[in-house]
């Protein structure tokens, strides 16, 4: 079995402040992780992915996510929060068949 | 251009008048699935399929059903629904187990 745990289902950042999505998991066999990032009123796109190859992941629009084994933790990171990030972020953990999201959460960006 | 569309988009329905959510993709993806999303709960899945006629339960599969006649189509129905049943729903497809899935657009799903 595996679950995915995000802490803070709202975060409020400034417009060009750092920005830090929390994720840790479980999984019972080495997971691929993801992020997704979904604008109202649309479906869920791929920021980003875990598959093994790297610790430090690089996505679009200028988001990045460290893994980290040891305290089985997935976070999202952007250096500088700008407007148009407000959404979204969904970490998941897919291992097998299974796509275990967790409950999501809501970026705000102030001006 | 590569997507996944379901149809529709919205529907309002009575309860237990039957309904099916059509989900088509043009990718050539062996797997689909589908979830619904309720707030503070993220995306749960309920149905996936590995190939044609291959299904299997997610994690919320009682009062859906799902059928995978053609690789490129994968319709959710729900035979009798119920108000708790209202929900947004995504169709997603992937290459493989561990790829990224690719989502549809969303359909909104109101049972009164």
């Known amino acids: 079995a595996q679950s995915v745990t995000q802490l803070g289902s709202h975060v409020s950042v400034s417009e060009g402040a750092l920005v830090l999505l929390r994720c840790n998991y479980s999984?019972?066999?080495?997971?691929?992780l993801f992020w997704y990032v979904q604008y109202p009123n649309q479906g869920l796109q791929l920021l980003l992915k875990?598959?093994?190859?790297?610790?430090l992941v690089k996505g679009i629009n200028g988001f990045e996510a460290e893994f980290k084994k040891s305290e089985t933790s997935f976070h999202l990171t952007k250096p500088s929060a700008h407007m148009s990030d407000a959404a979204e972020y969904f970490c998941?953990?897919?291992?097998?068949?299974?796509?275990?999201f967790g409950g999501g959460t809501r970026l705000m960006v102030k001006p | 251009e590569a997507q996944v569309t379901q149809n529709p988009r919205y529907l309002i329905t009575v309860t237990g008048k039957k309904l099916t959510v059509t989900c088509s993709q043009n990718?050539?993806?062996?797997?689909m699935s589908w979830y619904r999303q309720d707030p503070g709960l993220g995306l749960r899945q309920i149905y996936y399929?590995?190939?044609?006629?291959?299904?299997d339960k997610g994690d919320v599969p009682e009062g859906y059903k799902v059928s995978r006649k053609e690789k490129r189509n994968f319709p959710l129905i729900l035979e009798s629904p119920s108000p708790n049943q209202t929900s947004l729903y995504f169709c997603?497809?992937?290459?493989?187990?561990?790829?990224?899935?690719?989502f549809g657009q969303g359909t909104r799903l109101t049972v009164v």
């Open positions: 990718m050539n993806h062996e797997y």
């Open positions: 997603a497809s992937s290459s493989g187990p561990n790829t990224e899935a690719f």
């Open positions: 399929s590995m190939n044609v006629e291959v299904t």
């Open positions: 998941a953990v897919k291992a097998g068949n299974m796509l275990t």
């Open positions: 999984s019972s066999v080495p997971p691929y």
């Open positions: 875990y598959t093994s190859a790297a610790t």
